[in-house]
């Protein structure tokens, strides 16, 4: 079983259990279901509601770990309280001392209407959770519209669509340079992070695309596996892609984030992506390239997509 209905306030959510990413505590959550719990506001994590009992049994969960950021659409379990942690927005878990461990439990499939009733919390008071193995199969919406193109790292290759709403510009400057060609590395100070290093772009292998401020005002702290980002500091512009857990763009010596924006998400199975990404440390500099998927209509006339 991977396929969750979560139940809050009136409305039922179809979810995934993160069994890729969390083997002992997916089984052990499996063996618990059904489970009900109360929510409630966090009061010092940002946006996220907490349950306020303690789910599953024992302490600890060995074989798994934590995720330094947290991304909206996730349920996670803080193993110090062995209580659930659901993120809607911007938030980090923690408590008014540090920041908590949150191992990622499961996520919700189409998460916009999840993320409104989970900030409706605030408002509304205790709400109860469930969660439950889905019943027969769970239908999962559409990707989104728009061009879409070719990721090869080293032998692996994935496909993303351009996000297009909001971001024209920046995509359709982005989709007329392709196909760009270069290198891939990981990253000194930002965790589980892809650097393409484009091969025309001078010693720090810039790809400057130029986005207007309205599109810089989309630009994200806390960036998602599963999403290709725009670097927009200049002598650094370019592409950047975590691949296995949410991370951020900061200076090891001084903190701080950098914010970039989310311009493709990857679409389809992107599992070799993500393990060709993990081998960059071992294995050194691949070559990364983005090429234009000539099967999409919308690629001939990036005008005529829209999400």
């Given at each position: 079983m991977s396929r969750l209905e979560l139940t809050?306030?009136?409305h039922s959510f179809a979810a995934r259990l993160l069994r890729d990413r969390s083997p002992a505590l997916a089984e052990r959550l499996e063996r618990a279901l059904p489970l009900s719990v109360h929510v409630l506001q966090d009061q010092w994590s940002g946006a996220f509601v907490r349950s306020a009992e303690t789910v599953l049994s024992g302490q600890g969960v060995p074989g798994d770990?934590?995720?330094p950021y947290q991304t909206a659409g996730r349920v996670y379990l803080d193993p110090r309280t062995m209580t659930l942690a659901?993120?809607?927005?911007?938030?980090?878990?923690?408590?008014?001392?540090?920041?908590?461990p949150a191992i990622p439990l499961a996520e919700v499939l189409e998460r916009d209407d999840f993320v409104d009733v989970c900030r409706s919390i605030q408002f509304s008071g205790a709400s109860v959770l469930t969660m439950a193995a889905a019943p027969g199969g769970i239908q999962v919406g559409a990707d989104p519209a728009g061009p879409r193109f070719q990721v090869r790292l080293g032998q692996s290759v994935a496909r993303a669509v351009?996000?297009?709403e909001g971001r024209t510009a920046l995509c359709d400057r982005?989709?007329?340079?392709?196909?760009?060609?270069?290198?891939?590395?990981?990253?000194?100070?930002?965790?589980?992070?892809?650097r393409f290093w484009n091969e025309t772009g001078g010693p720090e292998g810039e790809t400057p695309l130029d986005p207007t401020d309205d599109e810089l005002r989309r630009a994200e702290a806390v960036l998602e596996?599963?999403?290709?980002?725009?670097?927009?500091?200049r002598g650094f512009r370019g592409i950047r892609i975590p691949f296995r857990d949410a991370t951020?763009?900061?200076?090891?010596?001084?903190?701080?984030?950098s914010e970039l924006v989310p311009i493709a998400r990857f679409v389809g199975d992107w599992a070799p992506f993500r393990q060709a990404a993990a081998r960059l440390r071992w294995d050194g500099a691949l070559p990364l390239s983005?090429?234009?998927?000539?099967?999409t209509d919308a690629v001939a006339d990036p005008g005529a997509a829209r999400p």
């Amino acid at each position: 079983m991977s396929r969750l209905e979560l139940t809050l306030r009136g409305h039922s959510f179809a979810a995934r259990l993160l069994r890729d990413r969390s083997p002992a505590l997916a089984e052990r959550l499996e063996r618990a279901l059904p489970l009900s719990v109360h929510v409630l506001q966090d009061q010092w994590s940002g946006a996220f509601v907490r349950s306020a009992e303690t789910v599953l049994s024992g302490q600890g969960v060995p074989g798994d770990e934590p995720e330094p950021y947290q991304t909206a659409g996730r349920v996670y379990l803080d193993p110090r309280t062995m209580t659930l942690a659901v993120c809607y927005g911007r938030g980090r878990l923690q408590d008014a001392y540090s920041a908590a461990p949150a191992i990622p439990l499961a996520e919700v499939l189409e998460r916009d209407d999840f993320v409104d009733v989970c900030r409706s919390i605030q408002f509304s008071g205790a709400s109860v959770l469930t969660m439950a193995a889905a019943p027969g199969g769970i239908q999962v919406g559409a990707d989104p519209a728009g061009p879409r193109f070719q990721v090869r790292l080293g032998q692996s290759v994935a496909r993303a669509v351009l996000l297009r709403e909001g971001r024209t510009a920046l995509c359709d400057r982005f989709l007329s340079m392709l196909p760009l060609a270069g290198i891939a590395t990981n990253t000194h100070s930002s965790g589980p992070l892809v650097r393409f290093w484009n091969e025309t772009g001078g010693p720090e292998g810039e790809t400057p695309l130029d986005p207007t401020d309205d599109e810089l005002r989309r630009a994200e702290a806390v960036l998602e596996p599963g999403y290709l980002y725009y670097m927009p500091k200049r002598g650094f512009r370019g592409i950047r892609i975590p691949f296995r857990d949410a991370t951020m763009m900061r200076s090891a010596i001084t903190g701080g984030g950098s914010e970039l924006v989310p311009i493709a998400r990857f679409v389809g199975d992107w599992a070799p992506f993500r393990q060709a990404a993990a081998r960059l440390r071992w294995d050194g500099a691949l070559p990364l390239s983005f090429t234009a998927d000539a099967a999409t209509d919308a690629v001939a006339d990036p005008g005529a997509a829209r999400p």
